[in-house]
């Protein structure tokens, strides 16, 4: 059987039990993002969700304990100058290895969960 993928629905990064407000002070307030109602199952569990592009950004309520490479990266247009505001909000940037087809930077939020943001180069 081949399996068909259609797109990608939603990410999901972590945060640690009780940082709902710091993380909604980060990716609703300095990123902008739009806050999406979580079904009502689910929101005992903590954490919110995100809408960002056509896809869902999803921030878990965990016990966090260790560092990872894993990363979600989002597409952008003038990945420059959103490295230059992240920057001037005291946001911890990280340069990334150039690619051929990218400019590319990634960028830690308050919780120490890296994202990628991309620009295709012209």
Not at 62 to 72: A, I
Not at 90 to 102: A, S, T
Request: hydrophobic share 35%; glycine share 6%.
């Amino acid at each position: 059987m081949r399996i068909i993928f259609k797109r990608l629905n939603h990410v999901q990064i972590c945060i640690p039990k009780g940082g709902e407000t710091e993380a909604r002070k980060f990716y609703c307030g300095l990123l902008g993002l739009e806050e999406i109602e979580k079904p009502e199952d689910l929101k005992k569990n903590g954490g919110f969700w995100l809408k960002i592009a056509d896809i869902e950004l999803h921030i878990g309520a965990e016990d966090v304990k260790n560092t990872s490479k894993r990363h979600p990266a989002f597409e952008i247009e003038n990945v420059e100058k959103v490295k230059v505001y992240l920057q001037a909000a005291g946001v911890r940037i990280k340069e990334d290895n150039p690619l051929p087809e990218f400019y590319r930077f990634s960028f830690y939020d308050p919780f120490n969960n890296r994202i990628e943001l991309l620009e295709k180069r012209m």
